[in-house]
């Protein structure tokens, strides 16, 4: 009975997870519109310290396709341990990412689909062989958890990262360098995430008959999502807002799992029984996951399809220049032929990579 129960925690939690990174990559679509919408109206923008955006209903349509994605991950965890939910949220890139190609003008060219694929099967790859979590069935369990010496060690050190970079490296880099708020999100979501499975436990407490309003954890836990939550909406929405949805993205999905990843590890100690095999394979598919999100949107700008990638080919399969550096008439032609193809190339594809500028969403020349 107990390994039927578990695997159907198992079923439920996979569920909700999937359905939380449906939602939470529909909702990076709706925020950027809402925020684009602002941008045209000439409204104080969230990166500049306004908050036009509460008036606007695709931002709020967007927030509540994040309120639903994040409710869903939140029942997820309770469910199911950290290192299945939080991979899983490489999905919602993947959707982001789709969703941007029809509603954003964002291109998703061959690069993107073989970054799909490989995220994917990283996904995949982390979910057969998560670590399993040391089981918690109560209040007081959590409780002898968050005293460990260990998670003070490393929720201080989050507490002081974060405040170092709201306080004093935001204001001087964060409209310039995309990693400063991003930073900010993700490692406070490493203890938003602890947050969230303690109140699943007290969730599990109270549905079975047990008192958990009296008791003080439950609310300091409460408390505690509440600013995490509050300060990851903040810093995000300056993100989005300043650079574009296909680099904030992947850069948060990255950051935000391995500070998760982190935590779990050092809250619930889910490394120390885990065979070799399963630690191998547990970051491989980790890794797979960031070269699949790296491909995905490092060449979104480049025009790279399966017809472009022949041609390519083809070129390469023609002969040369002739021995001792003295090419042959046809050769000659062939050259000039191939000079004038890469002149008109280069038209059809306009300005190089570099010389885009990514901001709100648009390329113009620098």
Same mark, same amino acid.
């Given at each position: ?137 109560? $209040? +007081?369990?959590?409780?002898?958890? #968050? =005293?460990? @010496?260990?998670?003070? &060690? !490393?929720? *201080? ?82 993100? $989005? +807002?300043?650079?574009?949805?296909? #680099? =904030?993205? @992947?850069?948060?999905? &990255? !950051?935000? *799992? ?90 059809? =594809? ?17």
């Amino acid at each position: 009975m107990g390994q039927d129960r578990g695997k159907y925690d198992f079923y439920i939690g996979l569920g909700l997870a999937i359905s939380s990174s449906i939602f939470i990559g529909g909702s990076f679509i709706l925020k950027k519109k809402g925020l684009l919408r602002l941008a045209r109206k000439g409204q104080c923008r969230a990166g500049q310290g306004g908050h036009a955006y509460l008036k606007e209903c695709l931002w709020w349509a967007g927030l509540l396709s994040m309120a639903a994605g994040e409710g869903a991950n939140f029942a997820a965890y309770a469910f199911a341990p950290a290192t299945l939910v939080t991979p899983l949220g490489a999905l919602s890139v993947l959707v982001s990412a789709v969703l941007s190609s029809y509603f954003l003008s964002e291109r998703l060219n061959l690069h993107g689909k073989l970054g799909c694929l490989l995220s994917i099967l990283g996904s995949t790859t982390m979910v057969i062989h998560a670590p399993q979590e040391e089981e918690i069935n109560s $209040l +007081d369990h959590m409780a002898r958890k #968050l =005293v460990d @010496p260990g998670f003070l &060690v !490393f929720a *201080t050190f989050v507490i002081i990262v974060a405040l170092i970079f709201i306080l004093v490296v935001g204001p001087r880099h964060g409209q310039t360098n995309i990693m400063v708020y991003i930073t900010i999100c993700s490692v406070i979501g490493a203890l938003s995430v602890s947050c969230v499975k303690g109140l699943g436990i007290a969730i599990k407490e109270a549905i079975a008959g047990r008192s958990v309003v009296g008791n003080p954890l439950a609310w300091v836990l409460l408390l505690g999502l509440v600013a995490c939550v509050s300060t990851q909406i903040n810093y995000l929405n300056k993100a $989005l +807002d300043i650079f574009n949805t296909s #680099l =904030v993205t @992947p850069i948060y999905y &990255v !950051f935000f *799992t391995t500070s998760v990843l982190s935590c779990s590890a050092i809250l619930f100690k889910e490394w120390e029984h885990m065979a070799t095999a399963d630690v191998i394979g547990t970051l491989s598919g980790f890794l797979t996951i960031i070269v699949g999100i790296f491909l995905l949107h490092a060449f979104k700008d480049l025009s790279v399809s399966l017809s472009t990638l022949a041609v390519s080919i083809r070129k390469d399969e023609r002969p040369g220049p002739a021995a001792n550096g003295v090419a042959t008439h046809g050769s000659y032609e062939l050259l000039r032929n191939d000079s004038t193809d890469m002149n008109l190339e280069e038209r059809e =594809v306009g300005l190089p990579f570099d010389s885009l500028s990514r901001r709100n969403g648009t390329m113009t020349a620098s």
